[in-house]
């Protein structure tokens, strides 16, 4: 009986491990943990000013691109989020490229800009799952250091990215100096050694009508 209850008590200590590990970025509720940004009228830090939440889900739309980024840094984590490119025609839409990203190690010193320093996940048709590494940003990528540029472009290995109105899954696994993409369980690029090690993370508008979910980083 004594072994039944100690074994309980370890399941019950990893279960609150876990969660303490684990932040949910976006509760389908609010935006509390980011704010937003657009070139014109700068940083909102009630983020709801530009971007919406409708029906559990956040929305970018509208005439203005920008972005979202989170309020804290992560180092050594796991960031999981769903996106789908949005299917309604009455939304404005002030580009025809389907083209949106997740930035990630954005450093606390990077100036709010429309394309600030940090790694991108890119989102984009036929490029979804691309690097892109932005403000001088390098890593290395099968054993060669990147090149070091304001935006600087590295190709996926392999498609992965779900018809148009699908919902795909980003993973982007930072840990021990090394970099892992994955969209919809397929690894779709890898990299080592980022010159930058720890910062936030961001949601790109650009013009397309795209959504996020259930986003989340657990601590690695």
């Excluded at 684990?22 to 983020?47: D, I, M, Q, R």
């Excluded at 990630?104 to 490029?127: E, H, M, R, S």
Aim: hydrophobic share 35%; charged share 20%; with cysteine.
């Amino acid at each position: 009986m004594k072994s039944k209850i100690y074994i309980f008590a370890i399941c019950i200590a990893f279960s609150f491990q876990l969660s303490a590990q684990k932040t949910v970025l976006f509760n389908g509720k609010n935006l509390n943990k980011w704010y937003a940004f657009e070139p014109t009228s700068g940083k909102h830090e009630n983020a709801n000013e530009l971007f919406k939440i409708e029906k559990h889900l956040i929305r970018l739309y509208g005439n203005k691109s920008g972005y979202l980024m989170t309020k804290q840094s992560f180092s050594n984590f796991k960031l999981t989020a769903q996106y789908r490119w949005n299917i309604d025609s009455t939304f404005t839409k002030t580009s025809k490229t389907k083209n949106s990203g997740v930035m990630y190690l954005v450093p606390d010193t990077a100036i709010d800009k429309l394309w600030c320093t940090g790694i991108q996940f890119q989102i984009k048709q036929n490029c979804s799952g691309d690097f892109v590494f932005l403000g001088g940003i390098t890593t290395e990528i099968d054993g060669k250091k990147t090149t070091a540029g304001k935006s600087v472009n590295y190709s996926k290995m392999t498609n992965a990215e779900k018809e148009f109105g699908k919902w795909n899954k980003i993973e982007i696994i930072f840990q021990n100096e090394t970099i892992i993409q994955k969209l919809n369980g397929k690894i779709v690029n890898k990299a080592k050694n980022p010159s930058v090690n720890s910062g936030r993370i961001s949601l790109q508008y650009e013009g397309y009508p795209i959504d996020f979910r259930n986003i989340k980083i657990v601590k690695l």
